[in-house]
T-cell receptor
């Protein structure tokens, strides 16, 4: 987990606020992902990036945006947070060809009041 | 409807006992199936990955099986330890690998 660092680890915000979650990695991987995890549901992919400046929508991208301006950094933004975005958010990295095994950060617990 | 269903939702066993977790999927076309372990408050960690041609893969006391015909997988844990207490997540990838479907997980509790 230490190779993939998420900040902050916990965040409480109010409806309508803009918030950014940061992810940085020291693994040198080209691929990075953002997921959310809700109780009783599997992780769902929000956005993914295969390289700097490459951005792809995942299963549930509405209400989110991302930025990949460096290989090691991938940030997730909630432009106007709403309560149903309260969830546990995970960043992950992988390297093409190496079985595409994903390495996850420790997660960011976000509460939108 | 989730394309990856795991059972049971939760399981409690005594230390030293074996257990088997199940994963059924409808994801198609199939590329690979992975099992992850997620400790409380941590991100998932990969245990095994199996492609279409593999029907078993071991990682220490963890053994995963795959039946691609029936679209079922299992994760068998041998001689459980307290540190095995975690959620176990089954993940199935489509052929392009960037479309992965996660199961909701099985919460395993190992008691002394």
């Amino acid at each position: 987990d230490a190779d993939v660092t998420q900040t902050p680890r916990n965040r409480i915000t109010k409806t309508g606020k803009r918030i950014m979650l940061e992810c940085s990695q020291t693994k040198g991987h080209d691929r990075m992902y953002w997921y959310r995890q809700d109780p009783g549901l599997g992780l769902r992919l929000i956005y993914y990036s295969f390289d700097v400046k490459d951005i792809n929508k995942g299963e549930i991208s509405d209400g989110y945006s991302v930025s990949r301006q460096a290989q090691a950094k991938f940030s997730l933004s909630l432009e106007s947070a709403i309560p149903n975005q309260t969830a546990l958010y995970f960043c992950a990295t992988s390297e093409q060809g190496a079985g595409d095994i994903q390495y996850f950060g420790a997660g960011t617990r976000l509460s939108v009041l | 409807k989730n394309q990856v269903e795991q059972s049971p939702q939760s399981l409690i066993i005594l230390e030293g006992k074996n257990c088997t977790l199940q994963c059924n999927y409808t994801v198609s076309p199939f590329s690979n199936l992975r099992w992850y372990k997620q400790d409380t408050g941590r991100g998932p960690v990969s245990l095994t990955i199996m492609t279409f041609s593999e029907n078993t893969k071991s990682n220490g006391r963890y053994t995963a099986t795959l039946d691609a015909d029936t679209k079922q997988s299992s994760l068998h844990i041998t001689a459980s330890q307290l540190s095995d207490s975690a959620s176990y997540i089954c993940v199935v990838s489509k052929y392009n690998n960037n479309d992965m479907r996660f199961g909701a997980g099985t919460r395993l509790t190992v008691k002394p």
